[in-house]
């Protein structure tokens, strides 16, 4: 069954850190474009940023304006894991997080069509 499972997630202050991390259990998803997206409660799900695979070994990231500068997205390609590195954490930040895979395409990666979620982790960033 694959399976993607992030961690990492809690409660910290503004202008804190925190790391999250998403493993793929299953299969691989080297020649996948890993994504992150939020949901706050009451509001639709938003995309955060992406990890576009691009051929081969080559990757590139895409970040939301309401990020870019604060947040950054890697990948780790020996352990098929990706994660999610947010800093200056504001209280609009407080969302459930959530892991997703796609297929590369070539709009814009928040609307890719993502075949596979993580069950979310919960990120709460206190004033």
């Known amino acids: 069954q694959v399976q993607l499972v992030e961690s990492g997630g809690g409660l910290v202050q503004a202008g804190g850190s925190l790391r999250l991390s998403c493993a793929p259990s299953g299969r691989t998803f080297t020649s996948y474009t890993m994504a992150w997206f939020r949901q706050a409660p009451g509001k639709e799900r938003e995309f955060v940023a992406a990890?576009?695979?691009?051929?081969?070994?080559?990757?590139?990231?895409y970040l939301s304006d309401s990020v870019k500068g604060r947040f950054t997205i890697s990948r780790v390609y020996a352990k098929n894991t990706v994660a999610l590195q947010m800093n200056s954490l504001k209280p609009e930040d407080t969302a459930v997080y959530y892991c997703?895979?796609?297929?590369?395409?070539?709009?814009?990666?928040?609307?890719?069509?993502?075949?596979?979620w993580g069950q979310g982790t919960q990120v709460t960033v206190s004033s």
């Open positions: 997703a895979a796609g297929l590369t395409a070539t709009r814009d990666p928040a609307k890719y069509e993502y075949y596979y």
């Open positions: 990890n576009i695979w691009t051929g081969g070994n080559t990757y590139y990231t």
